[in-house]
């Protein structure tokens, strides 16, 4: 996995990081992770 992340400030009291990834394999190159989820897993949804 390689990461990147953000830390945008633009004013007021604090700024906001983001963090922005992918997911590489071997097989398969990037794997494109929404196309693999499951939105519809009741577990998933109480997590997020």
């Given at each position: 996995?390689?990461?990147k992340?953000?830390?945008?400030h ?25 196309e ?12 997020l």
């Amino acid at each position: 996995m390689f990461e990147k992340m953000y830390y945008l400030h633009t004013g007021g009291a604090h700024g906001n990081r983001v963090k922005l990834g992918i997911v590489v394999s071997k097989k398969e190159g990037i794997v494109p992770l929404n196309e693999r989820i499951d939105w519809n897993n009741l577990e998933l949804k109480k997590l997020l």
